[in-house]
């Protein structure tokens, strides 16, 4: 599977962005898919992941209320909705897919997931 994060750029606090990851492959339909993000100086963290059929996700505490993951299998895309962005939401945003996830399993560490997307950029600012 190969993974491309869009949609990442500078936003207001209070403000929204949608970031999208699209796939190749066709491991896509099986597999789970996640985001995650990194600030600076900071490790790799989970932010969402959503099913194989996308009808179960899962959120940080972070971002629970806030965010919101989806999917298309047809079109083989990923989306994160973010609204009521914070400052702390600022990092380097990854797509994330697990392909061997084990039936209704939502994984949320980044060691269960063996495709990474290159990241995409999201600056909150005050």
């Known amino acids: 599977v190969q993974l491309q994060a869009s949609g990442g750029g500078l936003v207001q606090a209070g403000g929204s962005l949608r970031l999208s990851c699209a796939a190749s492959?066709?491991?896509?339909?099986?597999?789970?898919m996640g985001w995650f993000r990194q600030a600076p100086g900071k490790e790799r963290e989970f932010v969402a992941a959503?099913?194989?059929?996308?009808?179960?996700?899962d959120y940080s505490a972070a971002v629970k209320g806030r965010f919101t993951i989806s999917r298309d299998n047809d079109k083989k895309t990923v989306w994160l909705q973010m609204n009521s962005l914070k400052l702390e939401d600022t990092a380097v945003y990854y797509c994330?897919?697990?392909?061997?996830?084990?039936?209704?399993?939502?994984?949320?560490?980044?060691?269960?997931?063996?495709?990474w997307g290159q990241g995409t950029l999201v600056t909150v600012s005050s």
């Open positions: 994330a897919a697990d392909a061997t996830a084990i039936l209704s399993n939502i994984p949320v560490d980044t060691a269960s997931y063996e495709y």
């Open positions: 492959g066709r491991a896509f339909n099986r597999a789970v």
């Open positions: 959503i099913s194989r059929t996308g009808r179960t996700s």
